[in-house]
């Protein structure tokens, strides 16, 4: 399928498929924040933007007020759910998490969907814990789901180019498989464009599909493409995944990951228009508004959107706009 040029058939095939799993015709989306706690990071991926070494003048660790005013700006807008996303920070132990979670959840009534799987093996080394403890902790202070950030691709070839310090694959396996016995709901992602094989990318796809096979867990996958600009990586790589790769990736991840319920069609990277088509290609949800992100526009990406926007492009694609909640809930909302 990655060596066809039949790009039509392959989004005729992958359209199917979305249709069986969402007969209604609704394209979901999120109102959620992104909240970037800290930018101090250890380990200096060749793809980030974002990071700050430690000591550095421009790194912060956003105090609790700011945080708890995100919140709350959050709410006001219709918001159901917080992100909290952050570099590896080498001091910060699971106490500081769980006193932020449990102060969260005495405040606010706000699903925590936070720290992908290189956070919380960080979390477990700082703190001298098991991933176990660590994640049941976590669960225990207010952690309601966890994202699939951290997985670019999950082959250590790969990781070892372009993230030589963050988590390897097994780890980032056993997270979820950790969280999931745990009861816990997460999501997939896949960073491709970063000089990867197809070989590698199927393998990627191969895991995700086996940890879903076994435990049922993950709510959705959610592929994007390596933005270069800024990142060191970029000097390398000096094409980014065109529109043609990105539509094809989906319709495949469609395809292959027939087994998750929810992919997402994003804009964040490849822009309204180019989500628009990924209806057509096996998305059927478009993701967050994104109130705020700093991780991807680091790295030069400045979409944006707003909530009427998002719904007109899914109703002008012929499908029912609808807001959810992170485990891909409609009932509740319009
Ligand atoms: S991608 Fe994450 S782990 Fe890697 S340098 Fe950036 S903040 Fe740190």
New binding site residues.
Partial sequence: MFRSDDLIGLGMEADAIRRKHHPDGVVSYIIDRNINYT?F?????S??A??RPMGSKEGYILPREVIFDKIQETIDLGGTGILFQ???HPDLKIEWYEDLLRAIKAKFDIWCHCFSA?EITNIAEVSGLSLRDTIARLRDAGLDSIPGG?AEILDDAVRHRI?RL?CGTQEWIDVHRTAHELGMRTTATMMFGCGETIEQRMNHFDIVRQIQEDTGGFTAFIPWAFQRELTSLGRFIKEEATSVEYLKTLAISRIYLDNIENIQSSWVTPGLKICQLGLRFGGNDVGSIMIEEN?VSAAGTHHQATEEELRRMIRDAGFVPKQRDTLYRTYFLN
């Fill in positions: 930018n990071c250890t380990e200096y991926c793809f980030c974002f990071y952050g570099g590896l290189p951290g993230s963050k991780v």
